[in-house]
């Protein structure tokens, strides 16, 4: 590892995932050192970092040997997780839930030890109670709502463990963390088939990969609401909370809340074709989510505004060109 002296150093755990390689190459153009791990290139965008090591973090001896410094920032976005189709169907939770509860315990540790300046965990709004998101109109997921804990699945009990580990060593070893509950983010460069996509990637695909005056699949009736946050915005945020003195936890996301059906038909607006919805069985998460803004304009004085239209706009003409190279390879 080369540096000048002032240069700034980070680490990004998970950059060969979708947030992760969207943020390493944001901390690089910021000026940073930069560091990515993951046990997978980034197989959608090329990645600017200065080093890049495949591994795996369950693993103490790879974290050890990441971490091999006082890092001013590490950012821990690691973790087996996908879309509804891959965290609802309960056939994972044991994978999801030691997996990446072994990589948070291993980070902790180790970044403690090296003595890290200042480290960020990306949490997610599955920790939210599933009794306050049964009404798809009116959900509730201010921060001070997760309390008493009733995730509605193991991906969110993990998150809601890990969130209080990174708490518990801020308090017994003065770790600097930051903790955002992420909601629904979505872009370019991310998965986009094989069941681990998450809604917005799965509409686009579908829309992209179907004749016009056809039909599509939504799970459900499509009258689950959700918002969604374009990738760019969250970087804001999480850029923004590093440099706050808020420790957490803070939702990021978008306060703009939709139907599946209208995220759908959105996707159909921007292909120019005329599709109909055929409502099929599977698996679905809560009947309403949608991020409560109110602390992240306290705490930062900011707050996502980016119309969900324009992320879906940039994510289906990505996506309709991997269906198209796909279709040609």
Partial sequence: MVTNDTERTALVLGAGGFIGGHLANRLKREGYWVRGVDLKHNEHQG??????????????????????????ELYQLAADMGGAGYIFTGEN?????HNSAQINLNV??????????????SSSACMYPE????????????EDSAYPAEPDSEYGWEKLFSERLFLA????????????????????YGTWTGGKEKAPAA????????????EIEIWGDGEQTRSFLYVDECLEGVRRMMNSEFLGPLNIGSDEMVTINQLAKYAMDFSGKTLSFRHVDGPLGVRGRNSDNTLIKEKLGWAPTQPLRDGVAKTFRWVKEQVQNAQHS
């Fill in 93 to 97: 939770d044991a994978d999801v839930m």
């Fill in 203 to 214: 509409m686009c695909r579908k829309v992209a990969e179907t004749e016009d005056g056809g």
């Fill in 131 to 142: 009794r306050n998101q049964m009404d798809p109109n009116n959900p509730n997921l201010a």
């Fill in 169 to 188: 060593f801020n308090r017994n070893y003065g770790l600097d963390v930051r903790i955002a509950r992420f909601h629904n983010i979505f872009g370019p």
């Fill in 108 to 121: 902790a540790h180790e970044a403690t030890l090296k003595k890290v300046k200042k480290l960020f965990y």
């Fill in 47 to 72: 990645l600017l970092v200065d080093d890049f090591v495949i591994g795996d973090l369950r693993d103490m001896d790879v974290v050890a040997r990441v971490i091999d410094h006082d890092f001013d």
